[in-house]
């Protein structure tokens, strides 16, 4: 979730405030985004605006929400995840549309892969 200054930025801000964040080049930024390494310069000045898809291309790569990426008013509220492998957290994010059954055994899989790390570094202790 975005908060303090982030909510005053503009996109372009945004995305280059958490491009270096995560101390990416532009190019890798682009390539991460699968967007031109020009056209990033491009968006974080403010000479191009984002069509819906680029920013969902930026999201994705940043690990964040489009709706984070765009935003211009008073955050809401939203549950967030410090999750800083945005493959990972991307994944998260696609299981809220699967259905409640899939949801459910992807749970039991995460809670035995924990307890079983939980239990292999007690016994390594």
Known sequence: MIIGTMAQMSFGERVKKLR??????QGELGERAQVNGHNVSRYENGH?????????????????????????????????????????????????DLPESDRTAIKRILAIVVKQNRLQQMLAS
Do not use: C, M, Y
């Open 20 to 25: 270096k964040d995560r101390n990416w080049t």
């Open 48 to 96: 191009l605006q984002p069509s819906k898809r680029t920013a969902e291309k930026f999201a994705q790569a940043l690990g964040v929400s489009p709706e984070e990426l765009l935003f211009t008013g008073i955050p809401t509220e939203q549950p967030s995840l410090a999750i800083e492998d945005a493959e990972l957290l991307h994944l998260f994010r696609e299981v809220a």
